[in-house]
Each structure stands twice: as C-alpha cells, then as structure tokens.
C-alpha cells in the first residue's frame, strides 16, 4: 500500500539516503493522501511562519501499518496511520520526482 509521509524539506536528502526514523515513541507517522499528510506538519506552524513541505510516497505492507488513534479525527478530517520501527529506504522512491513540495503559510 502507499501512505505519505510528510516532512520539512530539509529532511528530504536524508531520509532518502537513511529511510525513516522512528520519533520518541517508536513509531514512524502516515497519511492516506499528501494532502492529509501536510496536515498533520501544518498544525506545528506559528501564526505567519512560512514553511516549504515535503510529502514522501511510502510504499509499506500492509501487515506493517496501524491505525493511529492519537489525534482528534474531528479536527483534521483525515485518519492517521503509523507503523511501529524505521522504515527502510527501499520503501521509499528513490526518484525525486516522486516527492512532493508545498510551500505554506500558516
């Protein structure tokens, strides 16, 4: 299956090149659609911060991926999804073609 994850541009180079990594709790975080993936970066936004987002294809078996129920469903519209560890490189594309970029204003 492919979810999305998104990220600051910035990470782009080194997640390609190291595949994700897992934050605090273990877990690495997904969207079903870029746009819902940009969501859950743009809450992190200040009032007028300006940012450029990066949203990463993942392609991860099915098995792998979980239903996240820590946010508010209501608020974002959108399911979130997670998969427990690092995600490999070789789940990622390696074309960068492939990766999206949005510039956003909060």
């Excluded at 993936?37 to 294809?57: D, H, N, S, T, Y």
């Excluded at 991926?65 to 608020?75: A, C, F, I, P, Q």
């Amino acid at each position: 299956m492919t979810l999305y994850h998104a990220t600051e541009k910035e990470n782009v180079f080194s997640i390609l090149h190291n595949g994700l990594k897992a934050g605090f709790d273990g877990r690495v975080y997904f969207a079903d659609s870029p746009e819902n993936a940009m969501k859950f970066l743009f809450i992190k936004l200040r009032k007028g911060e300006e940012k450029e987002i990066a949203v990463i294809p993942v392609n991860i078996d099915d098995y792998k991926v979980n239903l996240s129920d820590d946010h508010n469903k209501e608020y974002f519209k959108c399911d979130a999804y997670y998969a427990d560890g690092d995600i490999e490189k070789e789940c990622l594309s390696q074309n960068l073609s492939d990766v999206l970029l949005f510039k956003v204003r909060k």
